[in-house]
């Protein structure tokens, strides 16, 4: 079954900062990853995919992540945080329990960002 | 455009009532639909999910259950609720296989 690990449960950053959040999947099949985002008070909403291709994708307000096959991991980035960047991130992965219709999720990364 | 609507928002019930929480999604034909919980500091635990109408499979042994009368409502129940029932469930959907889901907003559940 796939498991999906994020390392960080708390990240708080001033603005300006660099951002880089981990995330490790287990299972080393044919992979597509994402990253959703849960802004306060909203839906949790997709953030960025991989599906195949470049291993760098990037996604809405500027961020990126990279997946790396030889490390199972699939870490998001930003060069520099804003205030508005304040939420909870979730890596997540397909696969789990021996099915491809299922997506498993990290435990997530709250992102606090002090202006 | 698709939508996806869960209701209600929030939800107070006493131990022992009987649970129904509902997902629509407008916009699409055949979607998979899911059921996930959300507890802080724990992620997203999948609890249901549903290839087509009638066809439900569940995650993990619980006092909950899940059924899809139409192709694109897909319904979260008990009959009895606990205490640990409380949380914050949402629903989603996916259009195919290993496609990103779409998030509805979440109901509130609280349990008193």
């Known amino acids: 079954a796939q498991s999906v690990s994020q390392h960080n449960h708390h990240v708080i950053l001033s603005e300006a900062a660099s951002l880089e959040l981990g995330c490790n999947y287990s299972?080393?099949?044919?992979?597509?990853l994402f990253w959703y985002v849960q802004y306060p008070g909203q839906h949790l909403q997709l953030l960025l995919k991989?599906?195949?291709?470049?291993?760098l994708v990037k996604g809405i307000k500027g961020f990126e992540a990279e997946f790396i096959k030889s490390k199972f991991s699939f870490n998001l980035r930003k060069p520099s945080v804003q205030w508005s960047d304040t939420a909870e991130y979730f890596c997540a992965a397909p696969g789990g329990g021996g099915s491809n219709y299922k997506l498993t999720f990290g435990k997530g990364t709250l992102l606090t960002v002090n202006p | 455009s698709q939508t996806i609507h869960q209701w209600p928002a929030t939800l107070v019930q006493p131990v022992g009532s009987p649970l129904s929480l509902e997902c629509t999604v407008e916009?699409?034909?055949?979607?998979?639909l899911y059921w996930y919980r959300q507890a802080a500091g724990r992620g997203l635990q999948l609890l249901f999910y549903s290839v087509g109408i009638g066809q439900i499979s569940s995650e993990v042994p619980q006092n909950l259950s899940a059924s899809r009368p139409q192709d694109r409502q897909f319904i979260l129940s008990s009959k009895k609720l606990l205490l640990s029932d409380s949380g914050f469930y949402l629903c989603?959907?996916?259009?195919?296989?290993?496609?990103?889901?779409?998030f509805g907003p979440g109901t509130r559940l609280t349990v008193t």
């Open positions: 989603a959907w996916d259009p195919g296989s290993a496609y990103e889901q779409y």
């Open positions: 299972y080393g099949g044919t992979v597509n």
């Open positions: 991989y599906f195949s291709g470049d291993p």
């Open positions: 916009g699409t034909s055949n979607p998979n």
